[in-house]
């Protein structure tokens, strides 16, 4: 088992910052992806960003530019730095991991990020 504890999250203007951090903890195999993604109320979920252990990283069109996705591997920690935050940004942010050596991926609890306008 994978538990994945995210924080960071909050209420910021439009225009500001936020880091999202997520903390991974238990059977976690030394090959992975972690990555966020995000809901908003009625929505799919979606992919915000992306990073393979070896640092690799994917990254949504609708916030390159503005995040940036790192991890430690060390610490098994993923981040996501948000710049520029728009009221669209606004959603739930799932922290995710996932592995062709597991079974399947773990998701966190999710975190709401607010942006007002």
């Known amino acids: 088992q994978v538990q994945l504890v995210e924080s960071g999250g909050g209420f910021v203007q439009a225009g500001g910052s936020l880091r999202l951090s997520c903390v991974a903890s238990?059977?976690?195999?030394?090959?992975?992806?972690m990555g966020w993604y995000r809901q908003a109320p009625g929505k799919q979920r979606e992919l915000v960003a992306a990073i393979t252990n070896g640092g690799s990283t994917n990254t949504a069109d609708s916030v390159k530019g503005r995040f940036t996705i790192s991890r430690d591997n060390a610490k098994n920690t993923v981040s996501l730095q948000m710049n520029s935050l728009k009221p669209e940004d606004t959603a739930v942010y799932y922290c995710h991991l996932n592995s062709f050596l597991l079974t399947h991926g773990y998701w966190g609890q999710g975190t709401q990020v607010t942006v007002s306008s």
């Open positions: 238990g059977s976690i195999v030394p090959i992975n992806t």
